[in-house]
């Protein structure tokens, strides 16, 4: 098994941070968690849960989306999981209509994605689970 954070059994752990379109409003925002997260946890993965972040900055402005929170996944660390998780985040991302990105992190390496082309994106999600995979 390559460089994933792997526990005693056999699972691997990721975290995703939603980034939320600077136009929507904190409710949607927390809704497309919710929906990612729900997502999530029809795949066959061990766990999703949701880490709540600090409070927003003191002079902040309304809920940034950002502190809305992050999701933990936890996955076998083989069997295609991370593959089957990764594109999972990309179709969900495109189906959303605002400028929503994604960081995806694991073991220390994160991925940020956003609405580019399918082409650029597929590059970007390839080379970052050949990286993370032990398939």
Do not use: Y
Not at 80 to 89: D, E, K
Request: charged content about 25%; cysteine-free; aromatic content about 2%.
């Amino acid at each position: 098994m390559s460089g994933h954070n792997e526990g005693a059994s056999g699972t691997a752990s990721l975290s995703l941070v939603v980034h939320a379109d600077p136009e929507t409003d904190p409710e949607r925002a927390e809704r497309l968690v919710r929906l990612l997260r729900g997502e999530l946890a029809r795949l066959e993965v061990a766990s999703v849960s949701t880490v709540a972040a600090g409070p927003p900055p003191e002079r902040a402005k309304g809920t940034d989306p950002v502190t809305l929170g992050a999701l933990v996944v936890a996955f076998s660390a083989s069997g295609g999981v991370f593959t089957t998780l990764m594109g999972t985040v990309r179709d969900w991302l495109d189906r959303q209509s605002g400028r929503h990105r994604v960081s995806v992190t694991i073991d220390g390496d994160t991925i940020e994605l956003e609405r580019a082309s399918e082409a650029q994106r597929q590059e970007l999600l390839d080379a970052f689970v050949r990286r993370h995979s032990g398939d």
